[in-house]
């Protein structure tokens, strides 16, 4: 049974690739907008909510909704747990296996010079300041698999085919992307990202393109690292 989104490369390609341009185009340069008097999460949420318009606008144009594209309730309770077991399985194998090989890496690799104090404030036994952060982490972790995985996999796959080749490039693009976003460079901190984009777009095309599992993954991922902060 045909969806929208299998007509979504009935468009001429010229089409999605200009969705792809205005999308990437504002996902970069809204970054450049930052309200110093805001916390880095009310800047971040800014960011985010802005090219979810965009996205959402460029969905529009295609009759495509966020339901298509996976924002709909699991087909079943097992396919929820098994996605989200592997997403969880197979994040940390992956980061793992990087630190064991990143000094046989034939470059060097960018010093991670950010500060979570100065992004989100003295974490550290501070639990108040915990709760009240953690349902905007929530919110911006929700986002992030609407548009990183749901949006951009779906545009940059049917931008080239319906081929396995396609969907392997926009699965390692967007990983490329969400990886580069979080530190403008090439560090430990930019490849690590990248690693757990590249899980959540394998389990996003593996497990019948819910975005359900990702969601749950990716709150409960940033809340452990929350955790880690203040304890």
Not at 20 to 38: D, H, K, P
Request: positive net charge; glycine residues 6%.
């Amino acid at each position: 049974m045909k969806t929208k989104l299998d007509n979504l490369n009935k468009h001429n390609r010229a089409g999605i690739l200009l969705d792809l341009s205005i999308y990437i185009a504002t996902m970069f340069l809204i970054r450049e907008i930052y309200f110093n008097n805001v916390s880095f999460i009310t800047n971040g949420l800014f960011w985010s909510f802005t090219t979810l318009i965009v996205a959402s606008w460029r969905m529009k144009a295609r009759d495509i909704s966020w339901q298509d594209l996976g924002l709909v309730k699991p087909k079943s309770f097992k396919n929820l747990v098994i996605a989200t077991g592997f997403i969880f399985a197979f994040i940390p194998i992956s980061i793992i296996l990087f630190n064991i090989l990143k000094d046989l890496l034939p470059v060097s690799l960018a010093v991670d010079t950010s500060s979570q104090t100065t992004k989100f404030g003295e974490l550290k036994g501070n639990w108040l300041l915990f709760f009240s952060i953690i349902p905007f982490i929530w919110i911006q972790s929700m986002l992030e698999e609407l548009l990183d995985r749901g949006f951009l996999i779906n545009w940059i796959e049917k931008m080239f085919s319906e081929s396995y080749l396609a969907t392997i490039f926009a699965v390692v693009t967007q990983a490329t992307i969400f990886g580069f976003r979080h530190s403008y460079d090439l560090s430990e901190r930019s490849i690590t990202v990248g690693l757990i984009g590249l899980i959540m777009g394998l389990a996003y095309v593996l497990f019948g393109r819910n975005l359900w599992p990702l969601i749950i993954a990716h709150c409960t991922l940033n809340t452990v690292s929350m955790l880690d902060r203040v304890t």
